[in-house]
């Protein structure tokens, strides 16, 4: 079955950090453009970072310098390194990967990330 796990989820302090991993399974992630997206409650998914089949590396500008997404084929994992942690970080982070030549569009089922005091 080809799918995406997401983990590393769970409750962090303001300014602590957290490692989202993305572990797909039945695809090599090399192939795809590989994007974490989140969700917080009433808000729209946005997208958070991206990396591309060419290793071309995208953040919104609401993580710029605090996030940091990564690839490591030989797990056929993704990673999204989050560095001092806000408190409107709070969201469910999504794994997503997806093809630009076909309409390959795959989804993780979610983990949870609350910054809180």
């Known amino acids: 079955q080809v799918q995406l796990v997401e983990s590393g989820g769970g409750l962090v302090q303001p300014g602590g950090s957290l490692r989202l991993s993305c572990a797909a399974s039945r695809m090599s992630i090399s192939a795809y453009t590989m994007n974490w997206y989140r969700q917080a409650p009433g808000k729209q998914r946005e997208l958070v970072a991206r990396?591309?089949?060419?290793?071309?590396?995208n953040y919104a500008d609401s993580v710029k310098g605090r996030f940091t997404i990564s690839r490591d084929s030989a797990k056929n994992t993704v990673y999204l390194q989050m560095n001092s942690l806000k408190p409107e970080d709070t969201a469910v982070y999504y794994c997503?990967?997806?093809?630009?030549?076909?309409?390959?569009?795959?989804w993780g089922q979610g983990t949870q990330v609350t910054v809180s005091s």
């Open positions: 997503n990967a997806v093809a630009l030549d076909s309409e390959f569009d795959l």
């Open positions: 990396i591309t089949r060419g290793g071309n590396l």
